[in-house]
């Protein structure tokens, strides 16, 4: 399987750094495999009307060039083919590029597909913004025991996709949130751990990659955002001990981080 690591989003302030928006588009048997899909054409038009004014705080950055309808035209894949998005969360920062895919079936939790509806707090209504999911894509949800991949229970292959590309069910970041396993064959297994997880120090084996002031900032952040801040800990305990691993390797990265995002981009691009 063929996959592509875009950058479909950027954000940047002095406390954190410089961050992207890591998404996978796999080139599968059944289509185009978007994992989340950052910003789209309608948040570069108007990003207020459609993220809402706490996105400005987040030092979001609005490009047309970073969307993934964009990107995929210049790596010569038509959009149009893209028949399913596996989304880690409904976060605006992850649903934004859906709407520029209307071929496509959206997938996740019913746990977050629930909480995207309800938006029943002050953070839920701030992280999911209706105007992004209106109309309301074909959307397909998760929920059950599921299966066993990679040492996590619960975990659903995606629906018309195959069992190559799974939903993980990891919730804490939001109710539903999840990661999305895709078994690309020879180069092994990827995690996209969402955002349970900002900063690569925190699944790097202990001592490896210092925090610095970003990696602290994030952390704090993570905690401020979370619906369950003990299930962020055992998130990332359980990603750390997966990330290090001898066999079989899987590739651990987070939604956000831009090394981790550089690192592979630069491998298999
Ligand atoms: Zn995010």
Redesign the pocket.
Known sequence: MRVHHLNCGSFSSALIGRLV?HVLACETDAGIVLVDSGFGLADVADPIGRVGKYAKLTGARFRESETAVRQLGKLGLDPSDVTHIVATHL?F??IGGVADFPNATLHTTAAEEAASEGRSSFREKVRYRPAQLTPRPRTHTYSGPGESVLGFSGAHPIDGVGDRIVLVPMPGHTRGHAAVAVDTGDRGWLLHA??AFYHRSTVAAPGQVSPGTAGRALRVMEELIAVDRSKIRGNHRRLRELNNQVAPRVRVFS??DPTLFEELAAERG
Request: charged share 40%.
């Open positions: 928006c976060d920062d992850h969402g955002d939604a956000h």
